[in-house]
């Protein structure tokens, strides 16, 4: 195996594929990234127990600089290699592989020999068909798995709430995630063909969002049953899919409500933010909004023995229905409040001081909710 | 005390001063930040064991906006404090000493308020005679702070190596550091009426010269017998002098050399940095310098058994002298090298493979001087 490659077309690709890869991985193989070279051009590889990526560099790309004097495989230490690259002088490089996957690494003055691996030994990737793709706008994806991903949960408890639910029908996506303090739920319209349920785990589809480039249009999607692939540009990413069956979330709702505020998403946040600087010093994190619909006045409150107290006023577009406390978890609304964007006009729907309550978008309250289940205090 | 004021313009101040005070301090009073309010202005103060800053907003100056309505002192906790004034929705804020040290913070539709603590019983300020005043170009003033702190010791067991040794004759500053592997030593022109010849921690001088702002032109620098003062702009900086006998540096540097290179600072800084990816990864750290004077050829080597070898060869502008192999520590040269700062036409001169060499700037040579001891390999 022996190549010279454009450096910084070459950076942008590996830069992707390291995300995959776990320096800390105990299979030491899996530390490394794999290079393919085929006449047809260069695969990049790297894996972990959860997430794969490979990234397709082509030959027929004449921008890419890719000049192959003979084909081969070899897995390289991932740190080292991307530090190496980036660090080289010139704006090429030539990598040839020696005798025993010793490899040499050309640019300038600089010449490197470094320790490889031999590619027989990393494991096999996953097999997704590639029929039934779905295909999303790229834009829209990144929303969903934006608005949706804030409210899994971070304990391995409950494995299942560490994912999103993707519920495709003939009526669309339904993508729900809930940590049971608190859900999120979003629905987009999508043809599909087939039903799927399945559950991502939340951190493949933060990682898959960072790695998407701005530049992508649009992005596609493909099940088995135990991965899911998604395709764009000339990357592959796959994600194991978590065994087990989701909440239904759709029951979880409330479809009436005694008081609502509506208010600017950005006008809350701020106020949330300054309120819950003090109840983060508290033991319990609560944060209480007292709401005399009669005066249109809804205020937020929040202490700390320690630091002292603060009131917050809040600026309201409209207030209707029954007088309420009711006392929250302020982190909760503040992720809430962010999913929706800035300066959007949001209707925040309560029952009772006991009952969850919910968010939604005026613009689009049919299609996305979060909701929070309040803290008892009395 | 009841005063408003701009708060923007507050911000700039305080979190000057933030810089002086360590949350973690086990003086509960040192965790706050003081302010003392008298018809001329607002004097806002911090303060650790090591440094201790003021910063003066005075009335007179329109843009402050500062309106007092009664004159007085508190001290608050500074984290709060300074995250609360940061997140107030108004652009100004009032400010209100309440019955028992509480103290009520008012914005927009925001209100705090917040438990302070007695100014009384706050610590004096060191006294420092502003008789027999120093004063530097800031931008001088900061190049010297930059180019010795690199070699300041981060090792308390000898206490006289965290500081930076100031030495002031009639004729000029000789600032000097070393943490006995490697040495830094710069001079510079300025007039003094007396001696001096103190030690300065280097950990206050990195604040120091964070603080300074880049429209300050001049900064003067009074000093006691324990402490040192500097004054720019409102701000007064103090620190405290490190007690005991610094190493006289000039014995340490070497007057002949055997072998010499001249090369630019950031081609060679890029090539270091190279080799010691390698390097960093084997157990003792170290790099090769291969110098073949008659084929005019210089050799960078690094190495680590588990990952590979780094070969760069060098872009001299000169090589003269004997023949040379000499090892030495990566980070060291790199650090040296910064200081310089880009594109400098460096020498670096040589008296044997156990004897320590120095780096200095062509175009200053007589001033300013980096030294480095190597590691005997064999």
Known sequence: MKFSIDRSKFINQTSNVQRAISTKSSIPILTGMKLDLSESGLTITGSNSDISMTSFIPTEDADNDLKIESTGSIVLPSRFFNEIIKKLPGDKFELEVLNNNQTLIKSGVSEFTINGLDAVNYPHLPDVEADNQ????????????NQTVVAVSTQESR????????????EGLTAAATDSHRLSQRRINITSEED????????????????????????????????????????????????????ETDRLIPDDSNTRLTFDSSNLLASVERASLLSHESRNNVIKLEIKAVDKKATLYGNSPEVGTVEEVLDCENIEGDDLEISFNPDYLKDALRSFGSNTTIEM??????????????????????????????
Not at 357 to 373: A, Y
Request: charged share 20%; glycine share 4%; hydrophobic share 40%.
């Open 134 to 145: 779905l295909v999303f706008p790229t834009d829209l994806f990144k929303e969903v798995v």
């Open 196 to 247: 799927y349920n399945l559950i991502i785990p939340g951190k493949s589809l933060t990682e898959l969002v960072r790695t998407i480039g701005d530049s992508v249009k649009e992005i596609s999607m493909s099940i088995s049953e135990n991965q899911v692939l998604f395709n764009f540009d000339n990357i592959m990413f796959y994600s194991r899919l978590l065994d087990g069956r989701y909440p």
């Open 159 to 170: 494995p299942v709430l560490t994912g999103v639910n993707f519920l495709i029908t003939n």
């Open 349 to 378: 729907s309560f029952t009772s001081a006991l009952h969850p309550f919910t968010l939604r978008p005026v613009e689009n309250r049919d299609n996305f909710v979060q909701l929070i289940t309040p803290v008892r205090t009395f």
